[in-house]
């Protein structure tokens, strides 16, 4: 089964995303996580790309799309995989569909974890404390560029699987165990008793 996850910073999609590989046997893949990794092993890669992340703004098109066409093409994604954090934008939408109809592979469910802007800096910041403030891109400044993206580079490609009868909104607002839950009957899983 594919999945992609859909939600504004700290909806909560790299924690469900997380359970739902365990529920489902998919592979979880965060480009946010894949990115971090290359900014931690201090490449001048990862170097050029901490500037892009810490302003909040989006890592080109380009970038991602080799990114996430290499990581789909490991054999632990054979099974299906849940992307959390892409495709961000429509071009990567788009990228997204040819790679996996040329390998014979659909998208099954689109989930929007759907949480108002106003308490997600208070997520952030719950979260910043609790890791140590391990990514500086969790503070309140960049959260305001970062929602300001998802508003205007995200959100409008929701339509376009909307269309094809694929998106799934949730209240990523509900407690955390009920929120897998509203996803787990979303996709058809049933909860284990
Ligand atoms: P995340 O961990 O998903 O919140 O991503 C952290 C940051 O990584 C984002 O604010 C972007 O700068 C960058 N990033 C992650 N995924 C993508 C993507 N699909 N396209 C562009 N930039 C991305």
Request: with cysteine; charged share 25%; glycine share 8%.
């Amino acid at each position: 089964m594919n999945i992609i996850m859909f939600g504004p910073p700290g909806a909560g999609k790299g924690t469900q995303a997380k359970r739902l590989e365990e529920a489902l046997g998919a592979k979880q893949l965060s480009t946010g996580d894949m990115l971090r990794a290359e900014l931690a092993s201090g490449s001048e890669m990862g170097k050029a790309l901490k500037t892009i992340m810490d302003a909040g703004q989006l890592v080109p098109d380009d970038v991602m799309v080799t990114l996430i066409k290499y990581a789909m093409e490991s054999p632990d994604c054979a099974s299906g995989v849940i992307l959390d954090g892409f495709p961000r934008t429509l071009p990567q939408a788009e990228a997204l569909d040819a790679m996996l109809k040329s390998s014979g592979k659909v998208i099954d469910h689109v989930l929007v974890l759907e949480v108002d802007d106003s308490i997600l800096l208070s997520r952030i910041q719950k979260r910043a404390a609790e890791t140590g403030g391990a990514r500086s891109d969790d503070n309140a400044e960049t959260l305001k560029k970062r929602l300001d993206v998802y508003h205007a580079q995200t959100a409008p490609i929701l339509p376009y699987y909307d269309k094809q009868g694929l998106l799934r909104r949730i209240d990523g607002m509900a407690e955390m165990d009920d929120v897998t839950a509203a996803i787990e009957a979303a996709i058809g899983k049933k909860k284990a008793a």
